[in-house]
């Protein structure tokens, strides 16, 4: 009977995955060629990011032309058309956008009273109302700059009103695939903070208690730095200090400030290294005994997207960087993880908290529940961050291990 069952559900699926329209390109600074790493995508309701190459593929149910809009940190958006049926790769090229100042009025305050406002007007520029979004997820370690791991999924990502807690908000798996070295000395054993539930706790619009409150905002000092633009539109940048010591690390950051709607539009995190032993507490969740482990980086970057009206989170991504070594040999390992989250598309009706096996809580681990990297049309049509060309080769490489 589940035999049966799934077949009707593919059989079913079939005409649904034909409709898809597949558009391709690369994303390039117009001045000077250069690669645009994550920039933004959409088309509708339906976006990507370029990956570290400055590549994407974006699949719309559209069957028309097709408007891409494109944007990056700093550069003049573009509104690309592309007619249906059109299957050359996009060469998208992006003019940076100087700020003009002579036509906006920048904020003279303080810029820690700027924060406070962005804050208290939290409930009116996010959403009002639970959403489902759907998201790619994909985690990845090196070592020695050699990839050892990958993982890659499909997620549901639940949203409650943001003027609600982020307790009942849920991620949940819908489809992935892991790819471990076969190789002994490349397994680790350590585990750091990170994983699916990053998007969930690193919304610092949703999640307060995170950093935007008043008591952890007091830890800090605030400088007020140059206005910069995303998507066409000026960005207030309050820039982020540790201005006491704590018991535990605190961050440096940019928090970037709609100047228009008082939204936070982007975060950009780095956690302080100065004490090894307070970076090692908030990053380290296992270790082998006998593993020394030494942090050197912990980094952060979250975006937000305003449509309609509504500012909502857009992608997240996570860099560790980090020394193992074993206390009877000379010469410390580098690793590093890293983990990213985009939103692809988003459910806006009747939309209802992932329940069951498939959603995460803080102890489980992405590998845990996913299976072995071999379908080569595993994704089928759903959106996902093109590969980098060296995590394309590495994968390859990996497999072959595998299949000898």
Known sequence: MRTFLLYIMLAIGIPLLAQKTVISGMVTDAKTGKRIAQASISAGNVSVVTNDDGFFTLKTDNETNVTLVVSHLGYRSRHINVAAGNTEEQRIRLTPMPVELQEVVVWTGNPRELVNVAIKKIPENYSGEAELFNCFYRETATKRGHYIYVAEGVVDMYKTPYNQGMWRD????????R????????????KV??????????????NTEFLLNEQELDNYNFTMEEPVNIGDRMQYVVSIAP??????????????IDRE???????????DMSDKEKATEFMLVHKPAGVRFRPSELSCTVDYRLEGGITRIAYIRNTFRFNCDWKRRLFATSFTASCEMVVTDRAEEAVRPPRGKSSFDARDSFYDKVDFFLDPHFWEDYNI???????????GKLLKKYRK
């Open 170 to 177: 849920r991620v949940a798996i819908m489809k992935g695939r």
């Open 385 to 395: 961050i093109e590969p980098t060309e060296s995590l394309d080769t590495a994968v």
């Open 179 to 190: 790819l471990l070295s076969p190789k002994q000395g490349d397994t680790l054993g350590v």
């Open 243 to 256: 201005g006491r010591e704590l018991p535990y690390a605190l961050y440096y950051g940019r928090l970037y």
């Open 261 to 271: 709607t008082l939204a936070f539009t982007r975060a950009e995190l780095t956690l």
């Open 193 to 206: 903070v990170g994983g699916p539930l990053q998007p969930v706790q690193l919304d610092i619009a949703k």
